[in-house]
């Protein structure tokens, strides 16, 4: 196996446009695992720790700009105003260790179904930088997953960054584990309203063969909520919210979790996420 | 020669009693403890092993072709190649050592390798040309118990152990009957350091083995055996142990290293990643249980009719042990008049089961103490008072027609356990923990109790004993102590035990315990809560006979009040004097009070030596909603009899309580169609310390008369109640049925 350890961006695209089969770590918190359980042998990997812009984020405009290599830790310290159902998901992610290794761009590179920062940066509409030495090109995250532990990522590819505009209201996510820690998904889901567009966006995990909105229930939601009067929530309109959402995962039975469980329990996070987030907005 | 009264020496500190720093607590806590993943020779190759990834098939052909031709690899051996016998086993020798023909669960090794890294080892092992004809595999009890239907092994029954126990009248009727089918899932021991160990052969034909274990001598007697070496060509030291808790009980990569080692004429370490190690030791038995209790209006119990299934797997291992705790202790800590027990262990294609914390006991307290639930519900009883009023007493008899002798606490202990002021209304925080899914929707709280009931040191008349060799002698011109044992430091404490107790008996504050090797007689196991029992007492029992050594010298003779502590022993500058004439060493093998076997038939017999036990409460926050637990609190009480290092009990009840919370919540192997779902720690889930509430504890302290020091065994007890205790406080909580362990969040929510 061969180690590349390119020390500018421009080198890590070379060398990704040179050897395609070249399987980039950052963290490691997933490659190394497979690596150690001999489920992957790749011909090389493509070490992006040395390239340290990788590793910030700021904001222009109205657009924050969070590097691939940022990791859930400094979301957690960092991003908690900006980004918080970003930051809320970071918090549920493994361990201390892991919170300190993993990153945003690891988990989008993964593609994996349970991501933790996939539902947030769904609900969010964020989007992600892919560069490569063509050039680079923007995709809405909920355009780049095409399905288990699969993206729209070509093989020359790297991720830079994801794109995604500072929380204009609430954001919640939630995240059901069979322990209180240290768990993969066994279903998640993120909640984020934009008052300023009366829009309402969603993210589901570990439901569905790839992270996905629940775009019925968006709309719906975004057309039920009292956004003028800022009144309580109908309860009808909150309980027809989760069945929407449930309607729109497609689980699967699995060592962690049965289909029914994970849409009963999307529903429930649903009901419970919107009511927390327009309480906060209504203040 | 006179006579005088001679009792205990001065309390020197860290004696019985004391709580002394561990000698090898600073390393393992800075992360320096050498375990034996760790060893190390300098040539040493590593070995790998090819494992069947089918539960049944046949071996039809075999290539090692294309793993010898690997550069790097130094040996490449098979079934063919195993120097003696070809199966081994602890009860009964039915495991081959590498797979022949028939292979009778996923994960059997068939071929193992050895190679200059572990790497080229493990890589080497995959590209051998293993051709299997596969076959349906036995997984299901109900089929295993069919005497038509296939056989596991085509040579014995299935059914590998029945124990059935009458006691009283078998057509007992009562007022008020419950009836309930349980099930527990496959547990693992789950430690942390993974099976390893270094294999050396030696100049003189034999092999040194360095290795982590339970018990030395019966690894030594089943490796030399299949290696086809005496006994004494075989010499085991023990190496740094990662956790045990049953899972070393069988061999592992024993014979396998040695096999290649002895082959190469190199040392061979194998070591295991986590995934491997899940297919390379047993688990905790499944079962299946039935219960009927019958009561009279009072909530007195008439009778009690069980019959409990325990799937053994592909391999014998102890389940004929387990089954016969599970049998005998089945009824739990209760007297009753009636009993028709059937403890049955089969035989089936679904991976091996043996030994774990609790053997046998764990899966029949879930069940007990659920009907003993059902039962207050029926008749309108609080829990703890219909388990109060049958609460096992000094004097009453086993359903196995053996006294409880010695103190039986076991209404006491519920009623501290009840006593307990109750858990603070809110919890550090909420089911979800920091996955923030609830704040406070649906959350309702339960509270849940149980006890349990668990033999202490080997049953059934086996000839149960441990060795030790104490030598006292001069260093540096003070008084110093050399203990030296086979018994295994498993994590427990024991190299700290053993200090204490030379302490007290010898005044002589400095002692070193040597390594455990096999160069002394046998401990037997770090086992069956038996080993501060077992070499603790051989321990003192050294100590004792050199105390008499030392008072010969003086020209005393020793006294019958030998242990009378009002009266002092020898001065430390005495005993410095005495030791001028030369060192003193005492080897002695010590033995508990016989046991005697079961009646077939009957299930009659005086099986087991001591009881011990403990009981739980449990106070749980259920989200309804999402089907989510947070233990808030959990409170215990048990007997130890006497608390040889308080510091060491008190850390035996808090992590025997959170594995019985594992598997009350989450700890669970899946096996679907003898296949194993989830090797890995990120789908076998252990508790966290989010998981794990504060504790807190009621240790008495009820010396046993037969026991050294009146101890009781402590490891065992505190897993078993724990696990129903949490799932009651569930049942409280939800009104759910939860009939089965672990509970998963659609149990609870019923989805």
Redesign the interface.
Known sequence: MDFLNPATWADALKMKAERPDAVPIAGGTDVMVELNFHRRRPPALLDLTRIGELSTWDLDGDTLRLGAGVSYARIMAELGEQLPGLAMAARTVGSPQIRNRGTVGGNLGSASPAGDAHPPLLAAGARVELASVRGTRLVPVDEFFTGPKRSVLAPDELIAAVLVRPAAGPEQFSKIGTRNAMVIAVSSFALALHPDRRAVGTGIGSAAPTPRRAAEAELFAAGQLPWDTLGALDPDVVRRFGELVAAAAAPIDDVRGTAAYRRHALAVMARRTLTWAWRDLCG | MTTVHVGLPAAVDGGVGASPQRPDGRLKVTGEFAFSSDLWADDMLWGATLRSPHPRARITALDIGPALRVPGVYAVLTHEDVPGAPLYGLEHVDQPVLAAREIRYQGEPIVIVAADHPETA?RAA?LVEVAYDVLDPVTELAAALDPAGPQVHADRPNLLRHVPIRRGDPHATAAVVVTGEYEVGMQDQAFLGPESGLAVPAEDGGIDLYIATQWLHVDQRQVAACLGLPPEKVRLTLSGVGGAFGAREDLSMQVHACMLALHTGRPVKMVY?R?ESFFGHVHRHPARLRYEHGADADGRLVYVKARILLDGGAYASSTGAVVANAATLGVGPYDVPNVVMDAYGLYTNNPPCGAMRGFGAVQACFAYESQMDKLAAALGLDPVEVRVRNALTTGDLMPTGQVVEGPAPVAELLRLVRERPPAPAVGD?L?????????G??VVRGVGFGIGIKNVCFSEGFDDFATARVRLELVGGRPAVLVHTAAAEVGQGLVTVQAQIVRTELGVEQVTIAPADTAVGSAGSSSASRQTYMTGGAVRAACQAIRTRLLERLGRAPSTTDNDKKVPFLALEEIAELLGEGAIEETVEWRHRPTHPLDPATGQGDAHVQYAFAAHRATVDVDL????V?VVEIVTAQDVGKAVNPGAVAGQIQGGTAQGLGLA??EEI?VVDGKV??P?F??Y?L?????MPPMSLDVLELADPHSPYGLRGVGEPPTISSTPAVVAAIRAATGAALTRVPV???HI?G?
């Open positions: 493990r995959r990643g995934e925080f089911p979800g923990g920091t996955a923030n899914t609830t704040r929707e649906g909603e999402l089907g989510l947070k919540l989450m899946q779902r989830n890995s990120t789908d889930l508790p966290t310390i989010m998981d998963r969040p659609e929510v989805v």
